[in-house]
């Protein structure tokens, strides 16, 4: 397994140990209760659909994946082999719960179900991010998003 | 992925992660976060364990209500694994058996001699899978793939064959491809777990396998280092070195 205490020690260390950056504070902003938001998923596992462009090493980009997506035709194109893909393989809810929230959606648990989903690939370094990320919540605002789910591998 | 939540957060919008690495978490703070205790790749557990998956959503969906941040919470239950999960996990073998891996001065036989014994359980695999696809990140079939895999540990200089990518990528993105269709056949078989055993059969007992050990091997040596670093993280995971050691 790709547990992080059954790795040994070296390559565990690789992964825990990076140099990551501080960040001050974050209010947390508040909002409706959860049975009236509508959430977004964001994954870090490099999905897309088939037909987009592959992610690559470095570009701090986002793919977009709307809601109305076949979401056994999305792939992934994320760099790192330090992760397992089997659950991916099986099930895209592993990594993509959209299924899941489309049922808590059903269910009344949650408001609603944004109409677009968002894909990153990890292993970019967090602050190169920054841009792409304040674009997004400009287009999460246009879809009425009111709460992220972050989704990382 | 809490650099992101930051970010989204100040613009306004409210957040909450899946935290794998719960150091990671602890040093960035994000606003809101759920660490799980699974593996790595896997933020909601299991596959096809709808219900397992739709409590650890809910449970860190609920956290969105809280404004008390920055708030790092655990998510203490483990993937349940039903009966029928472990009769299967006992002594998963290699779907056919495969002939040792050969020398490496004959990849491209060795390779497709593999693909070949592996294709009936690929297609058995994508009828279980309903159609679904692992590979498919290049339009290179499985002849041209191993063609420019194996052309490139021969001569270092030849030309992308993805267009638009880079050399360094398309090797990357092929192998991938190669390494996709390997993993989905395998999978044609019931009871695999997890990458790791994937990962040693593919590692260890395959000609593919001895190949991405090669590719990564002649990338460490190079001048170049976007090269040698492609090498030491695109083609091996580090569980996986120990079959490089016993090449």
Known sequence: MVHLHEMPEGPRNLIVDQDLPKYPETKCKSGPKLEDRRIAIVTTAGLHRRKDKHFSPGKAEYRIIPSNTDMEDLIMSHISTNFDRTGFYRDVNVVLPHDRLVELVKRGEVGQEADFHYSFMGATPPRALEPAANELVGVLKDDNVTGVIFSPV | ?247
Not at chain 2, 55 to 82: C, H, M, Q, W, Y
Not at chain 2, 201 to 228: C, H, N, P, V
């Open chain 2, 1 to 247: 992925m809490c650099g992101l939540a930051h970010y989204i957060e100040d613009g306004g919008i409210p957040t909450v992660i899946i935290s794998l690495v719960k150091k990671h978490t602890e040093v960035m703070k994000p606003p809101r976060a759920l660490h799980v205790p699974f593996e790595l790749g896997r933020p909601f557990g299991g596959a096809n364990k709808p219900e397992f998956q739709r409590k650890v959503l809910l449970t860190a969906l609920k956290l969105l209500e809280r404004t008390d941040g920055p708030i790092l919470e655990n998510f203490n239950e483990n993937v349940p694994i039903s009966p029928d999960e472990i009769d299967a996990q006992e002594g998963w073998s290699c779907p056919v058996n495969l002939p040792n891996p050969v020398s490496t001065d004959n990849f491209t036989s060795g390779i497709m001699n593999e693909i070949s014994l592996l294709q009936p359980w690929y297609d058995h695999s994508l009828k279980e899978m309903k159609g679904r696809k692992l590979d498919g990140l290049t339009s290179l079939n499985k002849d041209q793939i191993v063609k420019f895999l194996v052309d490139w540990t021969n001569d270092q200089n030849i030309k992308s064959r993805i267009e638009g990518e880079s050399i360094i990528r398309a090797l990357k993105l092929a192998a991938d491809d190669l390494r996709h269709f390997y993993y989905q056949a395998a999978m044609g078989k019931p009871g695999i777990r997890s990458d790791l055993e994937m990962g040693d059969w593919f590692y260890g007992q395959t000609t593919a396998g001895l190949l991405f050990i090669e590719i990564r091997k002649i990338m460490m040596e190079s001048d170049d280092e976007i090269t040698r670093m492609a090498g030491r993280t695109n083609y091996v995971p580090n569980a996986m070195l120990k079959h490089i050691e016993n090449k």
